[in-house]
């Protein structure tokens, strides 16, 4: 599946989740159980042990930026142009 590459740098980015699982905590929010800041927590918090758990490397920082770039992230653009896409082409 391809994600789109402006919402790269969004928690949850490159993760795919069940949509009733989605709807169940909306659900709670508007039922008052819990806030909008604790769904929105609980959800980012899920999204990074599905994308380490799918792919250790999302575990490290430097190696998920590379990941996500596209080539015009601040290391590709910045002064120093070292480019994550290099290696690649």
């Not at 919402?7 to 909008?36: N, Q």
Request: a negative charge.
């Amino acid at each position: 599946m391809d994600f789109p590459p402006e919402r790269r740098r969004t928690d949850g980015w490159g993760v795919s989740v069940e949509l009733p699982a989605i709807l169940e905590l909306i659900d709670l929010a508007r039922a008052g159980v819990m806030s909008l800041d604790d769904v929105r927590e609980r959800l980012a918090a899920h999204a990074h042990e599905i994308a380490v758990e799918n792919d250790p490397a999302e575990a490290d920082p430097e190696r998920r930026t590379r990941r996500r770039c596209f080539g015009d992230c601040d290391t590709c653009t910045g002064a120093q142009r070292r480019c994550h896409l290099a290696p690649l082409i």
